[in-house]
Structure formats: C-alpha cells, structure tokens
C-alpha cells in the first residue's frame, strides 16, 4: 500500500513547495566525498547485476 501511495504522489499533476537544504558548493563539495567512499567489489557486482536485469532484452530475463 506504501508503493500505491508514492507513485499516487509522485505522478500526480501538482507542485510541492520546496526550500532548498544546501547550495551549489555544498552538493558539489559532498560529491566529492562520496566518490572516496571505498565500496566492495561484492557490492559493485550486485549493483551492476540489478541494474542488468532492468534492461528487458528477452522476456526470460525479466526479474
């Protein structure tokens, strides 16, 4: 039911007022963090594997 809930509101035809959390140097600034972020490779393989089965080329594939 949580699903049905965020895609009612996430497709909905209205505009939500937003006020931003942090500007162009702060999200720029903590881009740069994450990506010296070690992950494991056990990670990126899972990662890459969902990804992978996102992208139907056969029906057999489909998740």
Do not use: G
């Amino acid at each position: 039911e949580e699903e049905r809930a965020i895609v009612a509101a996430t497709t909905a035809d209205v505009q939500h007022e937003i006020e931003p959390v942090l500007d162009r140097e702060q999200i720029l600034e903590l881009q740069q963090v994450v990506r010296r972020i070690p992950i494991a490779q056990a990670v990126v393989d899972h990662a890459v594997d969902l990804v992978r089965k996102t992208r139907v080329k056969d029906t057999a594939d489909a998740p």
